[in-house]
């Protein structure tokens, strides 16, 4: 009688899904982990399964995409505490100019982001502020699918970020990764085949338990899959794959703590990847529950406060634990769309418009808010909410040519706008 | 009107009915669909084609533009298969006389009674066809079947009610909830994801159960999640349950009104003077009109305004309208206009407003998608999408009459194959082929099975967001929710985890005189597993698996029969042909 390798010990109720202590997921998870990208249809998708051993030619950056579910209020984050109209817009939440930790004479981070304050100082965090898209959606999921797809205008059914690879030429079976949700982002959508994992320590076969027993088990799990509808076939192999290469991945060595949760364990994952060196290219990762329409509390106590500091906490751990290896990482959070100007009446924040977006990096030009502020004052406003005086896709554009060893990007993000570089990061030198 | 309730092949009553809303009828306060009646002004622009640029991606978020690409799609997926189609049809049926000789066609088609035709149908109305379930259905008869499963309340259900009343909270109204629990405990989210997948295992109203999650994705309300704490197993009976198979008009009406809908999406600290628009706009995009309806920021906001003063009240945990807090201003959404009014008139016009959401074409439309990309294929024929939206509006929002038709159609019977398993289905469908019951006493396993479906991101009820799991296959293409899917199976197989519940000795998956050779027993293992025996790369990769050929003879006291059978089994159920609904 053998025993299975890993007897499942599921984690009592009461205790959040990597075991840690907690009342489980927070509160209303609107717009949480599970990633939202997916939810409909792409024609076609998936149907490449293509593996080659190793990963030549890449020498770019890892590009960390790091996407705030459910809207991110970029104005509690990055608070432009010196716009005269800030306070008055938002009485009950503004953070004060007081407890900010200023950036320049507009901008100051909430104090839960006090983390990143020495990345900022360092120069490896920058911000650019008033980041908006084409999409005039104030629809979630509208407005997730139209920046993940990010080729407004066209008929497109791909993701960006597949777009990307797909011009690497053959890529190494963890080229493409989603990490802390069994659900790829859309970004993701395409025919680059990616492997999607809640955490590498998850990710093993409960089989097999000798490497004659591996042999027995993928032979029959490929010859399976070698038939059947192409997503199940797709994902069938790519779950063979994925396994017996993170078999070869060293086990944790963090070197910093990461707050307890999806989001840690997640960034704590890719770290683990990437100091590998196991062919990691794209890390999409999602953080939910940013949904703030009520009650989100103030700078310093509540829903904003706690989930600011764990986000802040988060990537100032992964910054951390990569240490000298941030030279050859770039992460960027991206979200929906930002959050209305004033405050609305349950002590919360509605849909709006352009957002703050972070950088991070070692060839992130910080200790700067790039981009062009438009001012919060009634006539600046659109339509209630914070104006787009950049498109997201100039600062994609510039991280993929400048750090991601991308030429002409008329195949990646069509119709990019012709605005020169901000500035954001350096050439890759 | 009261739809017709038959039972049997549609009648000259059924065609009456039709041509009736053809010559100008109407129901409720819009149209059937085509030209009865003259759409209101502003709503012009929602039978308007959808713009194609947002359309991207097709099924859930971009409704009608992916409906009139996908036309007849399904049909040709289903054609490989081989299933049996009672009737070939032209794919787009679009005009009138077209309507009518479909009708006939269907008035004058038996409904299909062989095996392929009544394993398909099992297949897209159950949690998972077995052997047994099988047999039952041919021995009742394929339509019958489903005439009793769409009137569950005829079904003995009573096993799998015995499992909830193992938990003490079963029966509970909000109120003794907020006595008996401490405020905030998780205890009855957690268990109502636990007796939810029990439902979806045990129960034997097996289309409520499908139709019971259908609709718990499209009213989703995310459990758990701490506002809902005390009224989440209230929505699942009084709203989801009660209507899963009854008005949609009525469903609508109260989840607007249930605490948890409520405190979800906000309504319930939306107030005059200060709107919360998250209920209205998730109202507007996702449980009716969808989001390609080519509504305003304006109407959202006009909704949310039309919605204030439904709350909750705080000392009982139960809905409440409370007048001080609604807007009495006049409110146009869409084509539905209310002017200036008393605050105690303000529930009455709000209900008024999801009365005609509910009841409008493009509603329909939204909904006769999402119940054509569950039950046929993820791109489904435009032509059959059109005929259920039309029947749910003639039936006044019923979804009953809408099922039938859909049941009854060519495009149905063309689709075997057409979709896939999502991950929990693939689970709760292996749980069920191997006979696994629940615990013998108390809840402790079903816990853990709905804690091993959570890690698999496909825990009942518990989709973060407020539009529901999809279901479309493109979306669940993970290598992480087939992994996980893999490792419970085995060690369900094992009969190892959860340990609790009690399982049956694989021994029964093969008939007492066993076959001569492993050919004879993978031919078995697939009718137990399968309902076929194995075939191509299958039989390929199972014969492999133990080295053997299908000569080879099978003896009593093989390994392949004693401790490792259950590889076996659990191989099978990895095959890409078990994640076919």
């Known amino acids: 009688m053998t025993m299975p390798l890993h007897p499942a010990h599921p984690a009592p109720a009461g205790t959040d899904p990597c075991g840690c202590p907690g009342p489980g997921p927070s509160r209303r998870s609107v717009l949480g982990a599970l990633g939202l990208g997916t939810l409909a249809a792409v024609a076609g998708t998936g149907t490449s399964t293509r593996v080659a051993m190793a990963a030549p030619g890449y020498t770019g950056d890892v590009l960390v995409v790091l996407s705030l579910r459910g809207g991110f209020d970029g104005l509690s984050a990055v608070a432009p505490v010196g716009d005269p109209a800030y306070a008055g817009l938002r009485p009950d939440i503004a953070v004060p100019a007081s407890a900010a930790l200023r950036l320049d004479a507009t901008f100051g981070l909430h104090p839960s982001l006090k983390s990143l304050k020495p990345l900022w100082d360092a120069g ?34 791909t993701g960006w970020l597949d777009r990307t690879l797909g011009t690497r030429g053959e890529l190494a079976p963890l080229a493409a990764l989603q990490v802390g949700s069994p659900i790829a982002s859309a970004g993701l959508a395409g025919p680059v085949a990616e492997v999607t ?34 997503t199940v076939r797709a994902a069938g192999l790519a779950a063979v794959d994925a396994v017996e290469r993170l078999r070869a991945v060293p086990a944790s060595t963090a070197r910093a703590t990461y707050p307890t949760g999806e989001l840690g364990d997640a960034l704590c994952d890719a770290a683990r990847l990437v100091r590998a060196n196991a062919g990691v290219q794209v890390v999409a990762i999602d953080s939910g529950d940013w949904d703030m329409h009520a009650g989100m509390g103030r700078h310093d106590r509540g829903w904003m406060r706690d989930k600011l500091t764990e986000l802040g906490d988060a990537l100032a751990a992964f910054s951390r634990d990569l240490g000298s290896l941030m030279s050859g990482v770039t992460l960027v959070t991206l979200s929906e769309f930002g959050r209305r100007a004033g405050q609305n009446g349950s002590g919360g924040l509605d849909h709006g418009h352009a957002n703050a977006v972070l950088l991070m990096g070692g060839g992130v030009v910080g200790g700067r808010v790039h981009g062009r502020w438009p001012g919060l004052g009634a006539s600046q406003l659109d339509d209630g909410a914070l104006a787009g005086t950049t498109d997201y896709r100039t600062v994609l554009a510039e991280v993929l040519q400048k750090r991601c060893g991308a030429g002409s990007l008329s195949g990646v993000l069509p119709g990019l706008p012709t605005a020169s570089p901000l500035g954001v990061v350096r050439a890759r030198s | 009107m009261r739809p017709v309730l038959k039972v049997g092949r549609a009648t000259s009553e059924d065609l009456d009915v039709r041509s009736g809303d053809e010559t100008g009828a109407t129901v409720g306060q819009v149209g059937t669909g085509e030209p009865s009646a003259p759409p209101p002004a502003r709503a012009a622009t929602l039978d308007a084609p959808a713009p194609a640029a947002p359309t991207r991606r097709g099924a859930l978020t971009t409704v009608l533009g ?85 009137a569950p309340g005829g079904v003995d259900d009573s096993f799998v009610e015995g499992v909830a009343r193992r938990y003490r909270w079963y029966g509970w109204s909000i109120p003794r909830v907020r006595q008996e629990v401490p405020s905030g405990d998780w205890e009855l989210l957690w268990d109502l994801g636990s007796l939810t997948f029990a439902r979806y295992v045990w129960g034997r109203r097996q289309l409520h159960e499908v139709m019971a999650d259908f609709w718990s994705n499209h009213l989703n309300v995310t459990n758990p999640s701490s506002d809902v704490w005390d009224n989440r197993h209230d929505y699942d009976t009084t709203v989801v349950r009660r ?40 109202l507007m995009e996702l449980h009716t009109l969808g989001v390609s309806a080519g509504y305003t920021e304006l109407d959202v906001r006009a909704a949310a305004r039309l919605l204030t003063g439904l709350t909750v009240d705080d000392a009982s945990g139960l809905y409440r309208y409370d007048a001080s807090r609604h807007d009495t201003g006049a409110a146009t959404v869409l084509g539905f206009a209310v002017p200036a009014h008393s605050a105690s008139a303000g529930e009455g016009h709000a209900l008024s407003l999801l009365d005609w959401l509910a009841r409008h074409p493009t509603t329909a439309r939204h909904l006769a998608l999402k119940l054509c990309v569950r039950f046929v294929s993820d791109d489904p024929p435009a032509a059959l999408v059109e005929r259920v939206a039309e029947e749910y509006l003639r039936a006044g929002t019923d979804v009953v009459p809408a099922l039938r038709l859909l049941f009854r159609s060519p495009e149905f019977w063309a689709s075997a194959g057409a979709k896939t398993r999502r991950p929990l289905e693939g689970y709760v469908a292996a749980l069920r082929l191997l006979g696994v019951g629940p615990d013998a006493s108390g809840t402790v396993g079903l816990s853990h099975l709905s804690w091993l479906s959570r890690e698999m991101g496909h825990q009942p009820l518990a989709w973060a967001a407020p539009n529901g799991y999809p279901d479309v296959a493109v979306a669940w293409q993970s290598a992480s929710a087939t992994l996980y899917r893999w490792n419970r199976v085995i060690l369900a197989a094992g009969g190892w985890w959860p340990n609790m519940l009690t399982f049956r000795p694989l021994r029964q998956l093969l008939p007492a005189q066993l076959p001569a050779t492993y050919g004879g027993l993978f031919d078995e293992l697939g009718r137990s597993l399968l309902l076929r025996p194995l075939v191509g790369r299958e039989r390929t990769a199972l014969l492999g698996f133990c080295g053997k050929t299908e000569s080879s003879p099978l003896r009593a006291t093989d390994e392949w029969l004693g401790w490792r059978l259950h590889h076996l089994v659990a191989t099978v159920l990895d095959a890409p042909a078990h994640m076919v609904r």
């Open chain 1, 124 to 157: 490896q965090l920058g911000v650019v502020q008033a980041v908006g898209q084409a999409s005039r959606s104030r629809s979630h999921f509208q407005a997730m699918e139209e920046m993940e797809r990010a080729a407004p205008g066209t008929s497109l059914r």
């Open chain 1, 197 to 230: 994992m809640r955490t590498i320590s998850s990710f093993v076969m409960d089989g097999p338990d000798t490497d004659a027993e591996r042999v027995r088990w993928n032979t029959a799990l490929r010859t399976l899959h070698g038939e059947g509808p192409t």
């Open chain 2, 243 to 282: 209507y899963a198979l009854g008005s949609f008009a009525d469903m609508l009406k109260a989840s607007a009104r249930h605490p948890a809908m409520l405190r979800y999406l906000d309504n319930a600290s939306s107030r005059k003077g200060q709107p919360n628009e998250n209920y209205a706009r998730e």
């Open chain 2, 66 to 150: 992916a409906v009139a690409a996908a036309v007849g799609s399904g049909t040709a997926a289903a054609a490989a298969t081989g299933a049996v189609a009672p009737a070939a049809l032209p794919a787009a049926v679009a005009g009138r006389a077209e309507r009518r000789a479909l009708a006939q066609v269907r008035a004058d088609t038996p409904f299909p009674t062989d095996r392929a035709s009544a394993l398909h149908l099992v297949q897209r109305t159950t949690w998972g066809a077995t052997p047994q379930l099988l047999a039952e259905v041919l021995a009742r008869g394929p339509e019958a079947w489903l005439e009793e499963q769409l």
